[in-house]
């Protein structure tokens, strides 16, 4: 028999990727990669009116991610020099919480004529923190009533997830969620658009929308939070929900003759962008956590059963994959915070050296950093620009630099930051360890893994051995297991990693000396850590809303 393929595509924070993978074992033979055309609109709405929009808002659009989808799938298919009419399956993943309001046919209301101008018809990205306010409400009303599926979130809800955005529609554009038949994660709609048919992913339904053993919560929860939204899930919400590696549907004629595949094959059920990676790192059992690298890293590990623990993102049966529990954790900002201080702290004269030598200023500052002593800078930093998903759960909280002096360096501000975002992992994993979980390796994907000074100090401060990802396109990878699995090729995901995935195992092994030096800064980490964050002074949030003021004072 002639060998088969499948395609993965990859919906990221900045571009859409597919890739075409044999089947048989994983190779992947060609991928093309796509900038959205409006990338992130975060200061204003240029894909509208030019508005400027308030400080906590991060918009996209989502024609954006068809013009992707018909341009990337073809390119790979050709990059592969393969019959498409061999492939037979398709799975994609997608950038979690990202919602959009849809009519009955999953037409985005921001291209209508009466909504263009309007922030909320638009994607609110998983990074839009406008509700933060509605997740706070959620939380104090979830606990007066003893919501017990509130453990399953680490007791916090993040601004993050599907409710808050859901209800900051409501009450800041009610037009829009009056008009709205369907308010959909991206990683559902997308799905939607290739086969015709609007289906839940359980891992998102799980994490992002709260739904915990079937259901969701009750109609009087969502009451109490606004009157208007006591039937948001039966209303806006409400549709079939299915599990990982599932067929979704089948593709369309139409978007078969738009990617030039064949009509029929496989649709397979959506995933959280960085969840698709466990089973292309092969780091599906439990004790082996995941960590996707990139603008923001996401932590995921399988548990055997379900702990309730504060701090963590979330907890999903199925979530990774079937039969085990899924946990998550991450940090809403790490690739994002090294390009800042390249785009804003950075003088011209390191731009110049960088471009005299042929090199990025990230990689000029990571190797003026690589050859300091661990602490020779004088600083410790909070890795907070983009707040806390975990274990505070915080979007008000906010980027902190102590020890700054007249000779502190560019790369002494970008070390102390790569070393934050690694005492912010090593809190993420001292909790799960604290109340059960399993952890004791370290597969590591995504754009950071370039970085190998940034993989030796999450060795040396985790001290757990960091295995990597076989492959650099371990998104797209992922999202083509599902497919694959999605087609009929394989009975499960667990046998789909096994002859797809692939990882090089303990590539980074944690150096004792540097470990008990980071060990003392780790203290001190910490020490700020619980000072900014659990209540000792709020000054981020009241500087957070001082800002809040200011801005709709302006804009009023």
Not at 241 to 264: D, F, H, I, K
Request: glycine share 10%.
């Amino acid at each position: 028999m002639s060998e088969k393929f499948v395609i993965g595509v990859d919906f990221g924070t900045l571009s859409g990727r597919a890739t075409v993978v044999r089947v048989s074992d994983g190779l992947e033979l060609g991928s093309s990669v796509m900038e959205y055309p409006h990338g992130v609109m975060d200061r204003t709405l240029t894909a509208g009116d030019d508005q400027q929009l308030p400080p906590d808002f991060a918009l996209q659009v989502p024609a954006d991610y068809l013009e992707v989808l018909r341009a990337v799938v073809p390119e790979a298919v050709a990059d592969a020099k393969i019959d498409a009419q061999d492939v037979i399956g398709i799975g994609t993943d997608f950038t979690s919480a990202s919602t959009l309001p849809t009519d009955s046919l999953g037409t985005p209301l921001c291209e209508r004529e009466e909504f263009k101008n309007n922030p909320h018809a638009y994607v609110k990205m998983w990074k839009h923190h406008g509700g933060t306010e509605q997740a706070e409400r959620a939380i104090a009303i979830a606990e007066a009533r003893g919501e017990m599926w509130l453990g399953r979130y680490g007791g916090r809800l993040s601004s993050e997830i599907v409710l808050p955005k859901a209800l900051e529609t409501l009450e800041k554009a009610p037009d829009v969620y009056e008009a709205m038949d369907f308010y959909v994660e991206a990683v559902d709609w997308i799905v939607w658009q290739l086969c015709g048919r609007l289906v839940h992913s359980a891992a998102p339904a799980g994490y992002k929308a709260l739904r915990q053993n079937d259901q969701y919560p009750s109609e009087e929860y969502f009451a109490e939070l606004n009157p208007k939204f006591r039937t948001f899930i039966a209303d806006k919400f409400d549709a079939p929900v299915m599990q990982l590696g599932e067929r979704a549907g089948a593709l369309t004629e139409e978007m078969a003759e738009a990617l030039g595949l064949p009509s029929g094959i496989a649709v397979a059920v959506g995933q959280i962008d960085a969840h698709v990676t466990a089973p292309a790192a092969q780091a599906v059992e439990p004790g082996q956590m995941t960590a996707i690298m990139g603008t923001s890293n996401v932590y995921i590990v399988n548990g055997r059963t379900a702990r309730d623990i504060p701090g963590v993102f979330g907890i999903t049966n199925g979530g990774i994959s079937a039969g085990l529990w899924g946990y998550e954790g991450g940090q809403t900002g790490v690739g994002d915070i090294f390009a800042w201080i390249v785009d804003n702290i950075v003088p011209g004269e390191y731009q110049n050296e960088a471009n005299r030598r042929g090199i990025s200023v990230h990689e000029l500052l990571t190797e003026k950093a690589g050859k300091q002593e661990v602490g020779e800078h004088g600083l410790i930093a909070l890795d907070w620009h983009n707040g806390n998903r975990s274990i505070l759960n915080n979007a008000n909280l906010s980027g902190t630099l102590l020890g700054m002096t007249l000779n502190t360096t560019p790369e002494d501000i970008y070390r102390a930051y790569l070393e934050a975002t690694g005492f912010g992992l090593r809190v993420i994993i001292e909790n799960f360890l604290e109340h059960g979980v399993e952890i004791n390796e370290i597969v590591a994907a995504g754009g950071l893994l370039k970085n190998k000074v940034l993989m030796q100090m999450y060795a040396d401060i985790t001290r757990i051995p960091l295995s990597i990802s076989g492959s650099k396109l371990a998104g797209s990878l992922g999202a083509a297991i599902y497919g694959a699995v999605a087609a009929g090729a394989y009975p499960d995901v667990y046998a789909a990693a096994k002859n797809m995935g692939s990882k090089i195992e303990h590539a980074y092994v944690p150096n004792e000396d540097n470990a008990q030096k980071y060990d003392l800064l780790y203290e001190e980490y910490v020490t700020l850590h619980d000072y900014f964050g659990r209540g000792a002074n709020d000054v981020m949030a009241r500087l957070k809303e001082f800002q809040r003021r200011v801005h709709d004072k302006k804009n009023a």
